[in-house]
């Protein structure tokens, strides 16, 4: 596995997106999913684009500007090369490479040192999906199955189990796993119940 999956702390980052046009739309979409500031620059933007701003407009900024390869960018933590010239991205790629910035071509992977994957969301649950490039398609027919996996998930059992994890950090790791996995089979309510009795039992022990 080349790409390996990992959760990026998008707080307070800025990403630069090089390219106006369905590519570079669909991942800024993709970004939005963060908490990033995008800055686009291109020397035209597709109207989805454009509606992608209008509706986001503290999130993305638009710079009209016509992009060549002696173009220098600097102070960006995450690039995406999306613009519809091959050699003009093979060129931003190595000038990305010399900065050591994070980036990713849209046109041809190459050596891009991250991707963005089909991420399907449902609070507080996070699943990416890569099909390590072979099938656009695929991704998007597995997302929807993900979906619909989600959809079933009892989210406040689930966020009881997260409360009583949390409450059972001095315990050993795997009794505390043993717990989990152990509660997770129960109803919501008997989770909501232990949990209960959790908090009065710590309550009568900082009383006493």
Do not use: W
């Not at 099909?131 to 998007?140: R, V």
């Amino acid at each position: 596995m080349r790409y390996y999956p990992i959760h990026y702390d998008s707080k307070g980052k800025k990403a630069l997106v090089l390219g106006g046009g369905q590519v570079a739309c669909q991942k800024i979409r993709s970004l939005l999913l963060g908490e990033f500031s995008i800055y686009v620059l291109s020397d035209r933007f597709c109207q989805d684009l454009l509606d992608l701003k209008e509706a986001h407009p503290d999130r993305i900024q638009l710079k009209g500007q016509f992009l060549t390869d002696s173009f220098v960018f600097m102070g960006y933590d995450l690039l995406v090369i999306a613009t519809s010239d091959h050699a003009l991205n093979a060129s931003l790629e190595d000038y990305a490479k010399t900065k050591k910035i994070l980036y990713v071509r849209t046109d041809d992977r190459s050596d891009s040192n991250f991707i963005l994957p089909k991420i399907v969301a449902k609070d507080p649950i996070t699943v990416s999906i890569a099909t390590g490039g072979a099938s656009p398609t695929l991704t998007k027919l597995i997302g929807q199955e993900i979906e619909k996996t989600l959809e079933n998930l009892d989210l406040e059992k689930i966020q009881y189990l997260s409360e009583i994890r949390e409450k059972c950090k001095d315990m050993d790791p795997g009794d505390r796993s043993k717990l989990i996995e152990d509660l997770y089979q129960k109803d919501r309510s008997q989770v909501k119940k232990y949990l209960e009795e959790m908090h009065e039992n710590q309550t009568r022990n900082t009383e006493e």
